[in-house]
């Protein structure tokens, strides 16, 4: 068990909805990361917080957003979802430095209908 | 761009065999390049690597970085069933820790 909590596991819905992903950093880690994982692709990186701010951006459509609260847990957000967005979504957290790995959570499977 | 390609994308032995799997880079700002093993779902962390040449090493796995050459090995000796996975090799490229993946090998362990 890696502490980094996703919520929910599995998420199934309808194209042009709009879902949210939850998840809770390990305790003391500050900085928490989204990444994409598709069947066909590697993890692709989507947007880092740290301690409630924007740190890095990847190809994060403009679809989706996220944000990170005062309690450092962080949600991300995907609208007008489309069969393409199908995909597991992970969360990984770390304090915030420079050169340090990465725990990652279990992951929320999103099926597009 | 900076990119992460590993090979091969997947491999299948036999239990007791010695496989190496290879992951090479080329990005703007190398920090660092790790290694981690996907099962089911979350990806754990092996290995984090900054210098070169000099092996980490952790039961029957271990791994080497060329900062030279760009590349990186993971070998896994004596291979078992529970060794099989997903082997992702990531690079840290920027200042917040920011990794950019390769697509895997999936290793696939036989009795």
């Known amino acids: 068990d890696s502490g980094v909590t996703q919520t929910p596991k599995h998420l199934i819905t309808a194209t042009g909805q709009r879902v949210t992903l939850r998840c809770s950093p390990r305790s003391g880690d500050l900085s928490v990361y989204w990444y994409q994982q598709s069947l066909d692709q590697g993890l692709q990186f989507l947007i880092q917080?740290?301690?409630?701010?924007?740190?890095a951006k990847g190809n994060i459509l403009e679809r989706f957003s996220a944000q990170q609260f005062p309690d450092l847990h962080s949600e991300l957000n995907l609208s007008s979802l489309e069969l393409g967005d199908s995909a597991l979504y992970f969360c990984?957290?770390?304090?915030?430095?420079?050169?340090?790995?990465?725990?990652f959570g279990s992951g929320t499977q999103l099926s597009v209908l | 761009e900076d990119k992460v390609v590993q090979s091969p994308l997947s491999l299948v032995v036999h239990e007791g065999d010695t496989v190496t799997l290879n992951c090479s880079y080329e990005v703007t700002n190398f920090r660092s390049l790790l290694w981690y093993k996907q099962e089911k779902k979350a990806p754990t962390f092996l290995f984090m690597l900054?210098?070169?040449?000099i092996e980490k090493k952790s039961g029957r796995l271990s791994s080497i970085l060329d900062k030279k050459e760009l590349f990186s090995i993971l070998n896994i000796t004596a291979t078992q069933t529970g060794d099989s996975a997903i082997y992702l090799c990531?690079?840290?490229?920027?200042?917040?820790?920011?990794?950019?993946f390769g697509t895997g090998t999936r290793l696939q362990v036989t009795l």
């Open positions: 900054t210098s070169s040449g």
């Open positions: 990984a957290s770390s304090f915030g430095g420079a050169d340090e790995k990465l725990f």
């Open positions: 990531a690079v840290n490229t920027g200042t917040a820790s920011k990794l950019t």
């Open positions: 917080y740290y301690n409630g701010e924007e740190r």
